[in-house]
């Protein structure tokens, strides 16, 4: 696996999930591997920006009363997102979400913390303390449900999702805006990475992904966890791949087919395009074949 990696943003992703997710992301943070990665700041709507640098996207909200942070990459990126944020405002940081605890969206909050409070749901901190993280490192405010951040004119609404991607997801919705985070409850570029051992579910995921299309207006626009800016049709044919893979893996798991034989048989030509570096068609039916069969 480490041997197909290189230097983009999206490999550095890879690197830093599969080194994470062994409790390596310490020795990445000090890789410089991170020098040719620059901040690209693209306007959502109104006055919120998605930052693309590596790791998951970085929401903005620019006000007149300071700005809100959504995730903040990695630690090496800091002083780069900050300036990348002072190009949108001069404004100084009042708060920081982290829309779940995944080292390629809290790798700047011992940079950050020191700005702003960090936001996050309670299982960011219980999950960022079991990995020994510093105290600079993990959430000050912390919640269970939800909560409403009220600032200048707009609406930052925080939902917690439980068993979706993992067992600490956050999606930010601007309500004034119009501009939804969904974290990693969406993979704009392809299947989903789902974090089974650390409280993820394939169904969970598919029911967070559901309700958040139901309530969201049409026009809504949509920073993903990671690829492009996007939309809601983007996000239902997302949805409608995860409804058919699940169908699809149960049907055959219910016909007695083995993992080798689902793999096989695969999920068919509509779903190739789905495929990309980190979660390939076998890794995505694998996680699907393992949630599926363990309970
Ligand atoms: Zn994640």
Do not use: C
Request: no cysteine; charged share 20%.
């Amino acid at each position: 696996m480490i041997k197909q990696l290189k230097l983009s943003p999206l490999s550095l992703f890879s690197i830093v999930l599969f080194t994470s997710l062994f409790g390596f992301t310490s020795t990445m943070a000090n890789s410089s591997e991170f020098d040719n990665v620059n901040i690209e700041v693209i306007k959502a709507r109104n006055n919120v920006y998605m930052l693309k640098g590596a790791g998951g996207n970085i929401g903005v909200l620019a006000t007149d009363k300071g700005l809100v942070m959504i995730d903040d990459q990695f630690e090496p990126l800091a002083e780069r997102i900050e300036n990348a944020m002072q190009s949108i405002s001069k404004q100084s940081l009042k708060y920081i979400i982290n829309t779940h605890f995944h080292g390629d969206h809290t790798g700047g909050n011992g940079y950050f913390s020191h700005k702003a409070p960090i936001f996050a749901h309670q299982n960011v901190l219980e999950r960022l303390l079991g990995e020994g993280k510093k105290a600079d490192f993990l959430p000050e405010i912390t919640y269970q449900d939800g909560l409403v951040i009220h600032l200048a004119d707009e609406e930052v609404q925080l939902t917690h999702y439980p068993r979706a991607h993992t067992d600490s997801d956050t999606a930010v919705y601007f309500k004034q805006a119009n501009v939804l985070h969904t974290g990693d409850l969406f993979f704009e570029l392809g299947f989903p990475y789902i974090d089974l051992k650390r409280g993820g579910s394939v169904k969970g995921y598919l029911a967070a992904v559901n309700t958040l299309l139901a309530q969201m207006p049409d026009d809504v626009v949509i920073i993903p966890g990671h690829g492009k800016l996007t939309d809601k049709k983007r996000y239902q044919a997302f949805a409608d791949m995860i409804n058919y893979s699940i169908n699809r893996v149960s049907k055959l798991l219910n016909e007695g087919k083995t993992e080798q034989e689902i793999i096989i048989l695969g999920l068919g030509d509509n779903y190739k395009q789905w495929s990309w570096q980190f979660i390939s068609e076998e890794k995505w039916l694998k996680t699907l074949i393992a949630d599926l069969t363990s309970h």
